[in-house]
C-alpha cells in the first residue's frame, strides 16, 4: 500500500523564520507533487518532482526530492503570513498492472504565520 | 467557466436524507476525480473517470456512495441515507490528461462542505 506521511502535523512560526516540512514513504514514487489549500478552498499545485535529488525553487520555496524518491521536503525561507495554509504532497497512485490511476495524498502540513 | 465548479457550496442534510454534489470540470478534461477531505486531513480517493467511463471506485466508503458522469463532463455524487460519519468536504478534480504522470496537473473545486445532523 502506498503511503505518504507527513510532518510536523501542525506548525506555527513567526514572520520572517525559516521551517522545513516533510513527505516521507516506504514507496518509490515516479514523481510527487506539493499543494497548499487555503480554508474554503481546494489544493492548488506549488510543484512536481520528478527526477531523485531533484531541486526545485519557487521564488522562497524549495522543493527537494529525495535519492531513492521516496521522499520530499518543502523549505520556506522567510516565512509570510501569507505563506499559511494546509501543504499536501501527493502522488501518482499505481493501479494494478502498474498504470497511474489518481492521486494519493499525505494528510498535510498546517502552517500557520504570525504576523 | 475558467475553473471547476462545485455546488452547493455548502449542504446540510438530516440523517437518512439523500444528497447529490454536482461538479462543472473545466471544460475538455478529460479525467474527473472525487476525493473526501474530513477536517483537518488530506484528500481520500473516491472515484474517477475517463470521460464517462468510471475506471476506479475502490474509494467509495460503501454502497451508499454513487457516482456518475453520464455525458462525460458533468458529475454527480451521490450519497444515500447519509450518517454523521459522511460530513466532510467532497472535492472534485479534473485533468486534461487521461491519466496523471509528471507532466500533468488536476485542477481542484473550492469544494462542497456536507454536514450530516
Known amino acids: 500500500t502506498q503511503l505518504l506521511e507527513q510532518s510536523p502535523q501542525f506548525l506555527s512560526i513567526q514572520e520572517g523564520e525559516n521551517l522545513t516540512v516533510y513527505c516521507n514513504s516506504s514507496?518509490?514514487?515516479?514523481?510527487l507533487q506539493w499543494y497548499r489549500q487555503e480554508p474554503g478552498e481546494g489544493p492548488v499545485l506549488l510543484v512536481t518532482?520528478?527526477?531523485?535529488?531533484e531541486v526545485k525553487k519557487l521564488k522562497r520555496l524549495t522543493f527537494q526530492f529525495g535519492d531513492a524518491r521516496k521522499d520530499s521536503s518543502l523549505h520556506i525561507t522567510a516565512a509570510q503570513p501569507g505563506d499559511t495554509g494546509l501543504y499536501l504532497c501527493a502522488g501518482p497512485r499505481l493501479n494494478y498492472g502498474g498504470s497511474q490511476g489518481n492521486l494519493i495524498f499525505g494528510k498535510g502540513t498546517k502552517l500557520s504565520v504570525k504576523p | 467557466g475558467a475553473g471547476v465548479s462545485q455546488s452547493p457550496r455548502y449542504k446540510v442534510a438530516k440523517r437518512g436524507q439523500d444528497v447529490a454534489l454536482r461538479c462543472d470540470p473545466i471544460?475538455?478534461?478529460?479525467?474527473l476525480f472525487w476525493y473526501q477531505q474530513a477536517l483537518g486531513q488530506g484528500p481520500e480517493f473516491l472515484t474517477y473517470f475517463q470521460n464517462e467511463a468510471q475506471l476506479d471506485k475502490s474509494g467509495l466508503p460503501s454502497d451508499r456512495f454513487f457516482a456518475e458522469r453520464p455525458e462525460g463532463s458533468v458529475s454527480t455524487l451521490k450519497i444515500q441515507r447519509t450518517q454523521q460519519e459522511d460530513s466532510a468536504v467532497y472535492l472534485c478534480?479534473?485533468?486534461?490528461?487521461?491519466?496523471?504522470?509528471?507532466?500533468?496537473?488536476?485542477?481542484f473545486g473550492q469544494g462542497t462542505r456536507l454536514t450530516v445532523v
Open positions: 514507496s518509490v514514487f515516479s514523481s
Open positions: 478534480a479534473s485533468s486534461l490528461e487521461r491519466i496523471l504522470t509528471a507532466n500533468t496537473e488536476a485542477f
Open positions: 518532482v520528478v527526477t531523485g535529488g
Open positions: 471544460s475538455g478534461h478529460v479525467s
